[in-house]
C-alpha cells in the first residue's frame, strides 16, 4: 500500500507544481471542484444531468488551463512547456483538444442523427434532445478515463493507469482541500502562487519519475 499511496502523491504533487501555478487556474479547479461533487450526486439520480454538469467543471477546469495557466518556460520547475506536456499522466493539451472536440460534436451528432443509428429513441421534445445529449456527453467523460488508462496500461503500468484513475475520481475532494484559500490569494493580486517553489510533498522522485509518452 505504500507504493501505492507514494505514487499517488508523486502524481498529484506533479500535477499540482506542474501545471497548476496560476491562482486564476486553482480557483476555477476549485470551483470545478464544488461542481464535480454535484455531478457525483446526481450519477444515480440523473444519470443525464451528471453528464451535463460533469462537462459544466470540466470546461470551468479546462478554461483555467488554456488561458490562464503559463505556457512558456518553467522557472519554477526548470523544465521546458513542451517538457510538461510530454511527461503528463494524464490529458495534455493535444489529448485534451480533441477530447473536447468530440465533447463538441456530440449534439451535431444527435442533430444530425437523432437516433445516433438506434442507441437512442428519437426525441419528441427538446427535453429528450437534451437528456440524450447528457447520456451522450456522460459516455463520452467515461470513455475517455478508460481510454487513458487502458493507454497508460500499455504506454507504463497496469499500477500507474489505476493510480491515476484513481486520483482523477478523487481529484475535487483533493482539489477543495489544495486551492480553498487560492481566491484570497487572488484578491491579494497574487496571479502565480509562488508556495509552490518552496513546496515538499515528501517525494524526493517528483519530477523525475516521469516518463515521456
Given at each position: 500500500?505504500?507504493?501505492?499511496?507514494?505514487?499517488?502523491?508523486?502524481?498529484?504533487?506533479?500535477?499540482?507544481?506542474?501545471?497548476?501555478?496560476?491562482?486564476?487556474?486553482?480557483?476555477?479547479?476549485?470551483?470545478?471542484?464544488?461542481?464535480?461533487?454535484?455531478?457525483?450526486?446526481?450519477?444515480?439520480?440523473?444519470a443525464a444531468l451528471a453528464g451535463i454538469v460533469g462537462w459544466l467543471a470540466m470546461l470551468t477546469?479546462?478554461?483555467?488551463?488554456?488561458?490562464?495557466?503559463?505556457?512558456?518556460?518553467?522557472?519554477?520547475?526548470?523544465?521546458?512547456?513542451?517538457?510538461?506536456?510530454?511527461?503528463?499522466?494524464?490529458?495534455?493539451?493535444?489529448?485534451?483538444?480533441?477530447?473536447?472536440?468530440?465533447?463538441?460534436?456530440?449534439?451535431?451528432?444527435?442533430?444530425?442523427?437523432?437516433?445516433?443509428?438506434?442507441?437512442?429513441?428519437?426525441?419528441?421534445?427538446?427535453?429528450?434532445?437534451?437528456?440524450?445529449?447528457?447520456?451522450?456527453?456522460?459516455?463520452?467523460?467515461?470513455?475517455?478515463?478508460?481510454?487513458?488508462?487502458?493507454?497508460?496500461?500499455?504506454?507504463?503500468?497496469?499500477?500507474?493507469?489505476?493510480?491515476?484513475?484513481?486520483?482523477?475520481?478523487?481529484?475535487?475532494?483533493?482539489?477543495?482541500?489544495?486551492?480553498?484559500?487560492?481566491?484570497?490569494?487572488?484578491?491579494?493580486?497574487?496571479?502565480?502562487?509562488?508556495?509552490?517553489?518552496?513546496?515538499?510533498?515528501?517525494?524526493?522522485?517528483?519530477?523525475?519519475?516521469?516518463?515521456?509518452?
Amino acid at each position: 500500500m505504500s507504493r501505492l499511496s507514494n505514487m499517488l502523491r508523486r502524481q498529484r504533487f506533479d500535477d499540482y507544481r506542474l501545471y497548476h501555478q496560476s491562482t486564476i487556474n486553482q480557483t476555477l479547479h476549485l470551483v470545478s471542484a464544488v461542481i464535480f461533487l454535484g455531478c457525483y450526486a446526481l450519477l444515480f439520480k440523473d444519470a443525464a444531468l451528471a453528464g451535463i454538469v460533469g462537462w459544466l467543471a470540466m470546461l470551468t477546469r479546462q478554461t483555467g488551463h488554456f488561458f490562464f495557466e503559463p505556457n512558456g518556460y518553467d522557472t519554477v520547475n526548470d523544465v521546458s512547456n513542451d517538457y510538461k506536456e510530454a511527461v503528463k499522466v494524464g490529458y495534455n493539451q493535444t489529448r485534451k483538444i480533441i477530447l473536447l472536440l468530440v465533447w463538441g460534436s456530440a449534439p451535431v451528432a444527435l442533430y444530425a442523427f437523432p437516433s445516433l443509428f438506434g442507441l437512442f429513441d428519437p426525441p419528441a421534445t427538446r427535453l429528450d434532445f437534451v437528456h440524450h445529449v447528457g447520456m451522450l456527453w456522460l459516455a463520452i467523460g467515461v470513455s475517455g478515463g478508460l481510454a487513458r488508462m487502458l493507454q497508460l496500461f500499455a504506454t507504463r503500468d497496469v499500477t500507474t493507469g489505476l493510480v491515476w484513475v484513481f486520483k482523477v475520481l478523487t481529484d475535487p475532494f483533493h482539489n477543495i482541500a489544495l486551492y480553498w484559500n487560492s481566491p484570497l490569494k487572488l484578491l491579494r493580486g497574487e496571479l502565480i502562487d509562488t508556495a509552490i517553489a518552496d513546496a515538499d510533498w515528501g517525494d524526493e522522485e517528483a519530477v523525475e519519475a516521469a516518463h515521456p509518452t
